[in-house]
């Protein structure tokens, strides 16, 4: 079972997965686009994205087929006519702009929940490359 849900605050989400609960914080920008959300759900239910039928919260399945059909209708498609991209993509683009902003990679493993930053390290490593040029540089 897996399970993510916002402070009252809106200052942290904490998410369960794979046996472990952990909390991250929330930027400001987030929490107005969340605020936006919020308003618009009305009286319908307690959730922002449900079924407006049943006023569960859709399941993660449905989100990923939203996202390929969207990610087919831009034209981001192979030549199987399948989505380029998953909606876990956006996971990696988050991280690469983080690195290439000079997030420290192991703030960066926290963030992503890694426990051991070698998985962190042999998944994102490539992004380093360029910035590691300037540090012999300065020598």
Do not use: A
Not at 29 to 44: A, G, P
Not at 100 to 128: A, E
Request: glycine share 6%.
């Amino acid at each position: 079972v897996s399970y993510s849900y916002l402070s009252n605050d809106w200052k942290t989400i904490t998410i369960f997965f794979k046996g472990t609960e952990n909390t991250i914080p929330v930027s400001n920008d987030i929490r107005k686009v969340l605020n936006i959300l919020d308003k618009k759900k009305s009286d319908r239910g307690d959730f922002v994205f449900q079924n407006p039928t049943t006023k569960e919260p859709y399941e993660k399945s449905r989100f990923n087929k939203c996202f390929r059909e969207l990610m087919i209708g831009l034209g981001l498609k192979d030549n199987n006519g399948k989505s380029k991209y998953k909606f876990h993509s956006i996971r990696h683009g988050v991280v690469s702009e983080l690195i290439n902003s000079g997030v420290p990679m192991g703030q960066v493993s926290k963030l992503l929940r890694h426990t051991d930053i070698r998985t962190t390290m042999n998944i994102y490593y490539h992004l380093v490359d360029d910035e590691l040029k300037g540090v012999m540089d300065i020598l």
